[in-house]
């Protein structure tokens, strides 16, 4: 009698030790991979932008029990200081602060790209609106005092997402947080309008907290 050929069948042995040896060839690829992109980000050193308020500008400025209004105009000049790197830059929002309080917050709402070694000017529209009632009173009241010695103390912070971004190299990203302190802002006779003192100031960054 003649016996059927035999087969060669794979074990369910062979089949899990082909598995383990492609799932630690695909994380061995995949860790030297990201060792190169982080020796390349390490090598390239990347500098986080530069911001710096230029101008800051009140108009129809009013401060009562039942009022707090006004029309802030920030000047915002942004240096990407990366010789190899190009910036670009979104989610970006803005708050104008007197102490602790929010009085206005806009959000810029198109990207800005900063090519290598360059800078961009801007200007950002705040607008306030009948917020006297989420102000503190003793904050409101310590507000309406330096109005009328004719110098108030206004702070601009912001929240910015940037990219990074150098050739063939994949991107990366963090998110700042930009403190513009200390800006005297001066009104005038009429005290509804003011301008602010001095030539501008650096801001301080900090990345986000995840």
């Known amino acids: 009698m003649e016996h059927p050929p035999t087969r060669n069948i794979p074990t369910r042995s062979s089949d899990i030790g082909f598995v383990r040896r492609l799932t630690l060839t695909v994380v061995t ?3 030297i991979f990201m ?6 980000w390490f090598v390239m050193h990347p500098h986080d932008p530069s911001f710096t308020v ?3 500008s009140v108009s129809n400025f009013t401060v009562s029990d039942s ?6 105009e920030a000047g915002l000049t942004i240096t990407n200081k990366n010789k190899k790197i190009q910036l670009i830059l979104d989610n970006f929002g803005v708050v104008i602060l007197y102490g602790e309080t929010v009085l206005s917050e806009a959000e810029v ?4 790209l900063l090519v ?18 989420f102000v503190h009173k003793v904050v409101q009241e310590n507000l309406v005092e330096e109005w009328n010695k004719g110098v108030v103390n206004f702070d601009v912070k912001m929240v910015v997402r940037v990219g990074f971004e150098a050739g063939i190299w994949p991107s990366k990203e963090k ?5 513009c302190g200390d800006l005297d802002v001066e009104f005038y006779s009429t005290k509804d309008t003011g301008k602010l003192l001095g030539i501008g100031k650096n801001c301080n960054i900090v990345e986000a907290k995840p």
């Open 67 to 72: 009022q707090l209004t006004g029309v802030f």
């Open 109 to 112: 709402q198109q990207p800005i």
């Open 35 to 40: 060792a190169i992109i982080g020796i390349a």
């Open 54 to 56: 230029t101008s800051l």
């Open 29 to 31: 690829i995949f860790v």
């Open 116 to 133: 290598k070694m360059s800078n961009k000017s801007m200007k950002v529209d705040l607008v306030t609106t009948n917020s006297a009632k």
């Open 175 to 179: 998110t700042l947080c930009v403190s």
